[in-house]
């Protein structure tokens, strides 16, 4: 039994692992693509910002905050959006939302046709880790399998 629950684990790691890479390159990658466009995402970002369609995490956003951040936001708004926390990249339906606000439905069919439900499974079984790691889930099969087809069983 033992080798059974060290087993789990491991399996539990390599998931929060693999979801925390993704997580970390998709956030990356949309600073990168934010900071470098010539004008159309920074646009969508702005508008998006008036809209509230952006977290605000934080109503006392000083300009001194801003400058202390050390970003300038007109040449690194995409840098600007995530060090202030008006962007995050914590779960899938956020990256997909940042995602498409900066560069269209485009980037967002490309995500679901690309990865073939696999992101989707590898979120799903992020969100269940800490039940996963505190033990009360002994078979994952209970997980639903309905929407994924690629999922597990």
Known sequence: ????????????????GSWTAFE??????WVAGVDNDKGQAVANLTFASVSNKLKRPDDNLRPTTI????INPKTNYGSFLRAVGSVTFQTLRDIKNYYEIAFGNDVVR?????ENDYIEVLATF?????ILLAGRIRNLSIVSTEDSPNLIR
């Open 24 to 29: 970390s390159l998709a956030g990356d990658l």
């Open 67 to 70: 400058y202390k951040s050390g």
């Open 126 to 130: 992020r969100n269940i880790k800490g």
């Open 110 to 114: 490309l995500f679901d046709e690309i």
């Open 1 to 16: 039994m033992a080798m059974h629950d060290a087993t789990e684990a491991i399996w539990a790691f390599v998931i929060l």
